[in-house]
């Protein structure tokens, strides 16, 4: 299983996610991405030639070095600086506080095990006018697709990664103080349990304001 989980899961995750869909839609989002970046689970650098030259730097932080590999191959083809952090991103990241423009995650948060935690650190590292770009997967509103969510997610994690299909995304996101300002949610074509997917923007809210959660 570990050779499983260092050799061949990330070549199979870079494959998957090379699909139309992920990349149409990191093509709409990933552009609003502005000066320092921090982007969580950078994985094997499928968002890297979408960020404009807007961005200054990306600090990607993946535990993986085999799909850190891939990335640093593809940011080898780009005019773009990329800083790499090898660690789980529900450590405390060596960067200060509000110093980060722009946040991003893609696929990510369903495989962090405390999503919670990896997102207070976000909030963190973010400055007040700041942004997280988020696109995940998640729990769907169909309490049948939902169903076999639950069912299906204790299998699915042991064979990728440990994503978990049930993650209910946007009040993970406003469980950590950020508020979501721009939010679409829909099924993307495949399998439903595994293609209800979360996209929008947060930020922190303005002084006096709280978020849903």
């Not at 090379?18 to 921090?38: F, H, M, Q």
């Not at 891939?70 to 790499?84: D, G, H, P, Q």
């Not at 103080?177 to 993307?188: D, N, P």
């Not at 349990?193 to 303005?206: D, L, Q, R």
Request: with cysteine; hydrophobic share 40%; net charge positive.
């Amino acid at each position: 299983m570990a050779f499983y989980a260092r050799y061949v899961l990330p070549r199979i995750i870079d494959v998957v996610m090379r699909n139309p869909e992920s990349t149409r839609l990191r093509s709409s989002w990933i552009p609003r991405a502005t000066g320092n970046v921090l982007e969580v689970g950078i994985g094997s650098g499928l968002n890297l030639p979408f960020y404009s030259s807007e961005v200054r730097c990306v600090f990607g932080v993946d535990p993986s070095l085999e799909l850190q590999s891939m990335a640093r191959k593809r940011a080898a083809a780009l005019a773009i600086r990329v800083e790499y952090l090898s660690h789980s991103a529900e450590e405390p990241l060596p960067l200060d506080d509000r110093s980060i423009d722009t946040v991003v995650t893609t696929w990510t948060l369903c495989s962090i095990p405390n999503a919670r935690r990896a997102l207070e650190q976000m909030a963190r590292v973010l400055k007040p006018g700041g942004r997280l770009i988020f696109i995940e997967h998640g729990l769907a509103p169909d309490r049948s697709v939902a169903g076999w969510q639950n069912r299906i997610t204790p299998i699915w994690r042991r064979i990728g990664g440990g994503c978990h299909l049930n993650k209910k995304i946007d009040e993970l996101i406003e469980g950590a103080g950020l508020q979501i300002r721009e939010f679409k949610a829909s099924y993307l074509p495949g399998p439903r349990p595994m293609s209800y997917t979360y996209e929008g923007i947060a930020s922190h809210a303005p002084r006096g304001e709280t978020s849903r959660v």
